[in-house]
């Protein structure tokens, strides 16, 4: 017999009750984001755990001059990985732009659908114009997030009909507690992240 | 007691620097999980939620898993079933000789451990690159994990250092931590990115999508998984969940009992392979969902424990697995949850002891974010041990003792007792003699329990 008719065989492969599985979503059991969302978002971004700093702009044309500035901040030359995303069109003429990602890359820019107040994270998603390695390999992350897509809960970070390749929640920068317990910044992924909310000035 | 569990307890009990090791990171572990777990006020109806998904799916896994599979594999994901740990092995190895693969980027996951793959990639001739920090240190080392969360617990900074300056060709020249990991980060980087193969576990199948959630705090999962060729993930059948909802109701309880985090840095559902338009990701997609005991494990009173979620939080807040650490026990799990799991997974009568190790304290099944109950589980195979005549006819002092007197309620009822008052005493939180407990109090000084004790607030029925 194949290891999948004995597997599905020996657990049975009867439908659970209609509703049951319904039922466990319903009144999820969650931390209360009360008040402004906004607010939230801001404060859990800027938890030690997350560890993760930002900027409010008035729209994507700002957010050239906002890297500059920021990138100067942590004296950085003015180079950046932007990916073929429409969302992030701007005039990113001022900087040297790497045209494929490198190992390396001191600093990366990318596009979050949604923020969640509850826990502080940027909701990404692969696409055609999304690539996601990037995100992993820059030392800086720097996160556009339009000010209206910052939902209360993780429930509302789903995307709803056929999902793509990944679908990936970043919160706050990457760390390590692997020797000793003590707490790294940076151990495989960005060491900064810094999100540009993006308002509608 | 076995001559080789002895031992090897002997040895963890007589060794100072693995006390001070695991005591650093299952202290730091305990504190942050106790100041994450006060600020979220329903916690306790969490649980009871988080426990009551679990015991859906496990009563409902041959549904879900089909569901699974329809939905994986419609997204272009290639499923595969494996009733033993040897078969698992088996389809991982031929999809890698398949894709030509000379080495594969590693995941962390505990089901690969399980399964024995590290072997059966060297036995394949196949380089393997651990790239979870912990991984890699013991990968240098040569060892095992210690702990399902912090696998290389048992190493001091020292320690890491020295593998350091002996394998990486640009070690850290300053004596920190966060210049070692910054030598870590440099040295794998280039095994992540040119690995043809990349194999990770799953936290979680979404049975209604088809994906699979990984979930990290350093990122390593993603740089080992998107760039390779083929991404193969090995995943026991119980890690299903019926959707994405359901899995961020146990997002949420795992990240605080693991590490106090409110959630994971990284938690990532995979579905399917790259598109045809991505820019980036693997081609191909294989799942390998494996059973291993577990369809065995819901028939044989042990369904409670297929509710795991493998936070840790039971071995840190263990006392004997804080005075012996992982490696004494001997199984790919350590802990409590192991001492429940290694004598379903390698035979009872193997590990007869490890359920016998144990105080009974309930400390376990207090912090488990499942609510599974795991004492009652661990009497469970004590009480089998005795019935198949295991266990020897002279029971001699140390632990076999005081699992005798734990078979006897009245008897363990009075031990604890008298442990608690000779604690109040004492007037520390360490007591350094405890009845019947010699063999351990010799070497290590044993924590006081609470004031009052679980089995009394069991008896008044507050479990
Ligand atoms: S048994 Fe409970 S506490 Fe222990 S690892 Fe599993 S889920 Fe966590």
């Known amino acids: ?201 | 007691m076995s001559a080789a569990f002895s031992k090897r307890v002997d040895a963890a009990l007589a060794d100072p620097i693995l006390k001070i090791a695991v005591e650093r990171t299952a202290g730091t572990a305990e504190a942050k999980r106790a100041i994450a777990v006060d600020a979220f006020a329903q916690f306790e109806a969490a649980r009871t939620r988080a426990a009551a998904i679990k015991d859906h799916v496990v009563a409902h896994l041959g549904y879900y898993l089909e569901q699974f599979e329809t939905a994986a594999t419609s997204a272009g994901a290639h499923v595969h079933y494996a009733r033993t740990a040897d078969e698992a092995c088996k389809i991982v190895i031929d999809i890698c000789k398949a894709a030509g693969a000379r080495t594969v980027a590693r995941s962390k996951s505990m089901m690969g451990e399980e399964i024995g793959l590290p072997h059966a990639l060297a036995e394949a001739g196949i380089g393997r690159v651990e790239t979870d920090l912990a991984e890699h240190i013991i990968q240098l080392a040569d060892e095992r994990p210690s702990h399902i969360v912090w696998p290389a617990m048992h190493k001091t900074s020292e320690q890491v250092s020295a593998l350091f300056k002996q394998h990486h060709a640009l070690p850290h020249s300053e004596e920190t931590i966060p210049a070692m990991a910054e030598s870590a980060r440099r040295h794998l980087r280039q095994g992540m990115l040119g690995a043809d193969v990349g194999i990770s576990g799953a936290n979680f199948l979404v049975a209604d999508s088809g994906a699979v959630c990984t979930v990290t705090n350093e990122g390593n999962a993603e740089l080992s998984l998107v760039p390779p060729r083929v991404h193969i993930v090995t995943a026991g059948i119980e890690k299903l969940v019926p959707s994405m909802g359901h899995a961020v109701q146990l997002l949420r309880l795992l990240a605080r009992s693991a590490t106090g985090a409110t959630l994971t840095q990284y938690t990532t559902f995979y579905t399917g392979p790259k598109r045809a338009a991505d820019p980036d990701g693997p081609d191909a997609m294989h799942i390998v969902l494996i059973d291993n005991g577990r369809s065995a494990m819901r028939e044989d009173g042990l369904a409670e424990m297929l509710r795991c979620i493998r936070c840790g939080a039971c071995m840190n807040h263990c006392v004997v697995f804080r005075q012996i650490g992982g490696h004494a026990y001997g199984g790919t799990y350590p802990g409590p949850m192991g001492a429940v799991l290694t004598p379903a997974l390698d035979g009872l009568a193997a590990s007869r002891d490890l359920p016998n190790a144990c105080t009974l304290n309930g400390k376990c099944q207090e912090v488990c974010p499942v609510k599974i109950p795991l004492p009652t589980l661990l009497r469970g195979w004590r009480e089998k041990s005795w019935r198949e005549g295991l266990e020897p006819a002279t029971m001699r002092q140390g632990i076999a003792a005081w699992a005798w007197v734990a078979q006897r309620p009245r008897l363990y009822r009075l031990a604890v007792r008298a442990a608690i008052f000779g604690m109040r005493r004492f007037g520390r939180g360490w007591i350094r003699t405890l009845p019947l407990a010699s063999g351990w109090t010799a070497h290590r000084d044993l924590p006081a329990p609470d004031s009052e004790s679980f089995m009394n607030r069991y008896a008044r029925g507050e479990r």
Request: glycine share 8%.
């Open chain 1, 1 to 201: 017999m194949s290891a999948r008719a004995d597997i599905l065989g020996k657990l049975g492969t009867a439908a659970p009750p209609p509703g049951t599985a319904e039922a466990l979503l319903a009144d999820p059991v969650r931390p209360a984001v009360a008040g402004d969302r906004v607010a939230t978002f801001l404060t859990a971004l800027a938890l030690p755990a997350s560890g993760a700093t930002h900027e409010r702009i008035g729209s994507v044309a700002e957010a050239p001059a906002a890297v500059a500035r920021y990138l100067a901040e942590h004296a950085l030359p003015p180079a950046v990985f932007v990916p073929d995303d429409p969302r992030l069109a701007a005039d990113w003429s001022g900087f040297a732009l790497s045209l494929a990602i490198t190992p390396d890359e001191p600093a990366v820019i990318a596009w979050a659908r949604l923020g969640i107040a509850e826990t502080g994270s940027l909701v990404f998603e692969t696409g055609p114009h999304a690539p996601m390695l990037p995100n992993f390999l820059g030392l800086h992350h720097i996160v556009l997030l339009p000010e209206t897509a910052i939902v209360a809960h993780l429930e509302d970070a789903a995307l709803p009909g056929p999902q793509p390749r990944a679908h990936y929640w970043v919160t706050g920068v990457s760390g390590t507690t692997d020797i000793e317990g003590q707490y790294i910044r940076g151990a495989h992924g960005p060491r900064f992240l810094h999100v540009l909310v993006v308002g509608e000035r």
